[in-house]
Structures are given as structure tokens and as C-alpha cells.
């Protein structure tokens, strides 16, 4: 098991809701990535958390978004849940700099979210 | 667009011979290729990395290669056992943030 949790595991939202998830990053690790992955997909960067700061982001619209606090520890707001938000909810944390890249991630167990 | 392609049908083998598992991409030059185990339910595990100006890597019953010229990387298990049934990612790092696609995965089952 790594050192990153994740909370909830499971959520059940109603769309138009608001939904707030939250990750510890591994200890000494100061780069935090949220994914998204929907059912036989791969996960899908969603951003990435440098020392408190959005470090890079994918093709998701403004109504994710997210938080890094200064021990590292991050969150993910989704605004506005629609269906297809309905998901594994992946968070990743990684010792480097900005260069996640070249370095492994380690995942958290994830969280399923739903939305009816 | 960049695209990674990766066997959308399961592997099926049996125990004791080697899997052989594809990634190809398009579009992108990465610096760095990943990959991870994922395991139903579960978060993705982190397996190897391979950097671009290294033809192979190795470690235990793992064996990656990439080709950048064939743009595709292969991800070998030898001696398979059935604990290694899962789904394994494919994650090349483009430069730039470096952050890795992942492509869909591919399942593989290793029959006893």
C-alpha cells in the first residue's frame, strides 16, 4: 500500500451538486495529481498540485477544480455534477519538483463517485 | 492528437509462459514511458520507468523495451503466474510538465 489515502471511497451525488474529495499526499511529497477514470478507460489528468500552486492541467472545464494546502494535502471541487462525472476519482502524489514524468506516482485506492 | 494505443482485448495465457504487452503512441516524442499495474477497485501500482535514450529495462520478471523509432513500447512478464492477472497501463511523458497520458490498459489473465 502506498502512503496516499483518499476520502471518501464511495460517494452518491445528485446531478447539480457540488462534491469536494480529498487526498493525503505521501510523506516528503510535494506534487499532488488528480485523474479521473471512467469505466475500461485510462485515468485522465484532470491537474497537478506543485507546492500549493496548479502546475499543469488538463482538458477539464473550470467547474474542477482543486486545492493544494501547505502540508501538501490536497482537494478536488466538482461544481455542477453531470452524469458523465461519474467516475474513479485518482489522486497521485510524487517526491519531484515539476517533473512527475520521471519519477513513479503513487496512487491513492481512489474514489468512486456516482451521480443519478 | 497525440493518441497511446494499447490492446483493448484481454491476454490470455497460461501460467509459466510470457506475456507480451504493446503500447503504442502517436503524435508525441516522450521523454519518459511508465508503466503500472491496476488492480480492480485499486489505484494504479507504479512498475517501471524507462527513459527515451534506453532501448530496455529490467527488473525482476519484468522486461520493458522502447523504440522510439517504431514509436511502441513492450512490457514483458516471464514465468507469468496468475497473481499477475490485472490490467497494466501504458504512460509516456511527453516534454514540457512531463506529466504522464495514460492509455486505456490492457487486461491480462493468467490461467493456472
Known amino acids: 500500500e502506498t502512503g496516499v489515502t483518499q476520502s471518501p471511497t464511495h460517494l452518491i451525488k445528485t446531478r447539480g451538486q457540488q462534491v469536494t474529495l480529498r487526498c493525503s499526499s505521501q510523506s516528503g511529497h510535494n506534487t499532488v495529481s488528480w485523474y479521473q477514470q471512467a469505466l475500461g478507460q485510462g485515468p485522465q489528468f484532470i491537474f497537478q498540485?506543485?507546492?500549493?500552486?496548479?502546475?499543469g492541467r488538463g482538458n477539464f472545464p473550470p467547474r474542477f477544480s482543486g486545492l493544494q494546502f501547505p502540508n501538501y494535502s490536497s482537494e478536488l471541487n466538482v461544481n455542477a455534477l453531470e452524469l458523465d462525472d461519474s467516475a474513479l476519482y485518482l489522486c497521485?502524489?510524487?517526491?519531484?519538483?515539476?517533473?512527475?514524468?520521471?519519477?513513479?506516482?503513487?496512487f491513492g485506492q481512489g474514489t468512486r463517485l456516482t451521480v443519478v | 492528437s497525440q493518441k497511446i494505443e494499447q490492446n483493448s482485448e484481454a491476454l490470455n495465457i497460461q501460467e509459466g509462459k510470457t506475456a507480451t504487452l504493446t503500447c503504442n503512441y502517436t503524435n508525441y516524442s516522450p521523454a519518459y514511458l511508465q508503466w503500472y499495474r491496476q488492480d480492480p477497485g485499486r489505484g494504479p501500482v507504479f512498475l517501471l520507468l524507462?527513459?527515451?535514450?534506453?532501448k530496455e529495462k529490467r527488473k525482476e520478471r519484468l522486461k520493458v523495451t522502447f523504440d522510439t523509432t517504431l514509436k511502441q513500447s513492450l512490457f514483458h512478464i516471464t514465468a507469468s503466474q496468475p497473481a499477475d492477472s490485472a490490467t497494466y497501463l501504458c504512460a509516456p511523458s511527453s516534454g514540457g510538465s512531463y506529466i504522464p497520458t495514460f492509455g486505456r490498459g490492457t487486461s491480462l489473465i493468467v490461467h493456472p
Open positions: 524507462i527513459r527515451e535514450n534506453e
Open positions: 498540485y506543485y507546492r500549493e500552486e496548479e502546475n
Open positions: 497521485a502524489s510524487s517526491p519531484s519538483a515539476t517533473k512527475q514524468g520521471n519519477t513513479e506516482a503513487f
